[in-house]
């Protein structure tokens, strides 16, 4: 099967403060790549987390800079997320859009 076969892409709208579950838990999910980007002009702080609440580890870290953005992709097969994403918006105001697959 193809690395992107069965490619989802989620995003979350621009926001500040707030968590939520960006995609459900499957056994069979990969983050592949995920891009945020800051809407609002001042510094933003955003965390990924593996799983659906804000007491599950991070994947990662990333501080964006006023009216910046970033964008990371894992080599195939992507990075294993059984147990969901979970984005934390620690600070600023964010548009988070990740690419996920639960492709075999």
Not at 6 to 23: E, I, Q
Not at 53 to 67: F, G, H, Q, R, V
Not at 80 to 96: F, H, W
Request: glycine share 6%; proline share 8%; with cysteine.
């Amino acid at each position: 099967m193809p690395f992107n076969e069965g490619l989802t892409t989620t995003l979350s709208t621009a926001s500040s403060n707030d968590s939520l579950t960006m995609v459900a838990a499957n056994v069979n999910l990969r983050l592949l790549a995920y891009t945020i980007l800051e809407t609002t002009n001042a510094a933003a702080l955003v965390v990924l987390r593996h799983g659906t609440t804000l007491a599950d580890p991070p994947l990662a870290y990333e501080a964006i800079a006023a009216s910046g953005s970033k964008t990371f992709a894992f080599p195939p097969p992507g990075l294993p997320c059984p147990n969901g994403i979970c984005l934390d918006r620690v600070s600023g105001k964010t548009e988070v859009c990740t690419h996920t697959t639960t492709g075999s």
